[in-house]
């Protein structure tokens, strides 16, 4: 929060709303400036306006913070990190182009959530089946928890197990476990996706995550670990099967592959 305030002190002080020190401390002279600011709602808490003010700050600069609701969400925390590298660096960050992908669909993989897609893989959780692994995985959440199976849908099994016996080829069990491509995340999991209301393709045990720590939810090409030229191989040998990695084709959720279009 101490954070956020300096940002909102260095922010006023630009629109010459605020002439006292960048502290991060919230007194009077921060509260006058932040009430000069029209836009914001002063009968909302404190917290919210700070929001506020942060989301119309963002999208004066050309930076989607969506809609002015003093809510802290996704996109605000995103908006804000392109904020506060704006005030630092005087420009934004440079602006993400999507990675060169050689598009192959080989095993037809449909289209998520498309009414192919419920055709091709039936209802969630049904039509697992447990595989054995080429190299020996570490579980993200626990890293001395070790697997060499995965429960995984019954027609993306022979595919996965192509791409990771590649995998082990091209690397090498010592440059798998310097790159964590055996921090493993999972695969069938059923639950919704994390910020709407379908459900994730875990839940039909097509998707799986690595290396979750270093390839967090919110993260671009610029924090995210599979991002790095590194695991140029790592993400042709899926895309050679059709998977589509949401780092490689979105910029975020660099952890997740799935066997599914977008
Ligand atoms: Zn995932």
């Not at 305030?5 to 932040?34: E, F, R, S």
């Not at 506060?84 to 192959?104: M, N, T």
């Not at 459900?199 to 599979?226: E, V």
């Amino acid at each position: 929060m101490k954070k956020r305030i300096k940002t909102v002190q260095q922010l006023l002080k630009a629109k010459g709303l605020y002439n006292g020190t960048i502290d991060g401390i919230i007194g009077p002279k921060t509260m006058t400036g932040l009430s000069k600011v029209k836009e914001v709602d002063t009968r909302l808490p404190l917290t919210r306006q700070i929001t506020m003010f942060i989301q119309i700050s963002a999208n004066e600069r050309g930076i989607d913070a969506g809609p002015v609701d003093g809510l802290w969400g996704q996109q605000t925390n995103a908006a804000y990190e392109m904020l506060v590298y704006y005030l630092e660096h005087g420009v934004l960050p440079p602006s993400w182009r999507p990675e060169e992908r050689q598009i192959s669909n080989p095993n037809n993989w449909p289209v998520q959530n498309s009414p192919e897609f419920h055709e091709f893989y039936g209802e969630r959780c049904s039509q697992l089946i447990t595989v054995d692994l080429p190299y020996t995985m570490k579980l993200c959440w626990d890293l001395r928890t070790r697997t060499r199976r995965t429960s995984c849908h019954a027609k993306v099994a022979d595919s996965l197990c192509r791409i990771l016996y590649k995998v082990k080829d091209i690397y090498g069990e010592e440059e798998i476990s310097r790159l964590h491509l055996d921090h493993y995340g999972g695969c069938h999991n059923e639950r919704k996706m994390r910020n709407g209301n379908l459900w994730s393709m875990h839940s039909w045990g097509i998707a799986l995550d690595f290396d979750t720590r270093r390839n967090q939810l919110s993260w671009g090409r610029d924090r995210a670990a599979f991002a790095h030229p590194d695991y140029e191989d790592w993400w042709k040998c899926w895309e050679e099967e059709g998977w589509i990695s949401l780092g490689r084709a979105r910029n975020f959720d660099w952890m997740h592959v799935q066997a599914a279009n977008l």
